[in-house]
């Protein structure tokens, strides 16, 4: 039961403390790395990038980390305790907490952290996880929330540098790496989520299955470059982006297809080894009810 004054947890509160998390992992893996990186160098007094590549190559092969494993280096993730050390909060289980997103940060945690890495707190406050809560009322909805991304993706889309998920078709060829044309990896998905309401307010069949099958071809830049805990992101924007009757996308479900590719186990296998986060988010995803 939940302590008097405490909001009842979901899946979207859930979500948004696990990426924001995920961000500040990754921002504090790539951190520790350069910094011992960069004393490495010192010690051997040499300036890198005045070396011949072969001998760039010859140092950053002599160097091992005594702070992160190859596999932290490799995958920008790292156990919640480093995260915390790097914060002064080596004692703390708060991280621990955010990690499995049991716990979400408040304002002064938010602002600390933006002080020490940079706009941190981008993944927590997006728009999108206030979106996702209910479906849209009106275009006007919508426009709302376009304007609520950031800069650099308004301006890519304005400028037509992206693909229109509505003009979209399926042996269509794009760049596998579309999302990186947007401020954020979350402002990708959120204009994918427009154009699909876009579409059902014109009733568009075809419009609504070219956005189904872009979002389809774009499950696996989320859980490859930020978090396997995205798959159940990607389950919630789903269910807003139902298919029209009697369209072939019907049957189309996140979980089925990951098990398809074979990823589904693995996921699973690694969130719950984790930290048993696992069944966790599928209970709460379980649990949510699109208004």
Not at 128 to 142: G, M, Q, S, V, Y
Request: net charge negative; proline share 3%.
């Amino acid at each position: 039961m939940n302590k008097v004054g405490q909001p009842k947890k979901n899946i979207l509160n859930a979500l948004q403390t696990i990426f924001w998390y995920r961000y500040v992992e990754m921002r504090v893996v790539a951190s520790l790395h350069e910094e011992e990186l960069e004393q490495f160098y010192k010690a051997k007094d040499c300036n890198i990038w005045l070396k011949e590549l072969d001998e760039q190559i010859r140092l950053r092969e002599a160097f091992h980390s005594s702070k992160l494993s190859e596999e932290e280096i490799n995958s920008y993730h790292t156990n919640p305790n480093k995260v915390g050390h790097h914060f002064n909060q080596a004692e703390s289980r708060i991280w621990y907490k955010y990690a499995k997103g049991e716990t979400k940060p408040n304002a002064v945690k938010l602002a600390r952290i933006d002080k020490i890495i940079d706009n941190a707190s981008i993944y927590f406050k997006h728009p999108i996880w206030n979106f996702l809560k209910t479906r849209p009322n009106t275009k006007a909805d919508l426009d709302i929330f376009l304007q609520k991304l950031e800069q650099s993706s308004i301006q890519a889309i304005n400028n037509g540098k992206i693909i229109d998920p509505r003009r979209f078709y399926i042996d269509q060829c794009f760049d596998k790496d579309e999302f990186l044309k947007y401020g954020n990896i979350l402002d990708f998905y959120s204009y994918i989520l427009y154009s699909y309401y876009v579409a059902r307010f014109a009733l568009d069949s075809q419009e609504i299955d070219n956005c189904i099958v872009f979002f389809i071809c774009n499950l696996e830049p989320i859980i490859s470059f930020f978090c396997l805990e995205s798959i159940f992101f990607l389950k919630i924007c789903q269910i807003h982006m139902k298919p029209m009757k009697y369209s072939d996308l019907e049957e189309f479900e996140i979980f089925k297809h990951f098990e398809v590719l074979g990823l589904l186990p693995t996921i699973r296998e690694q969130l719950k080894n984790e930290n048993n986060n696992y069944d966790f988010l599928s209970n709460l995803t379980d649990q949510f009810i699109l208004d």
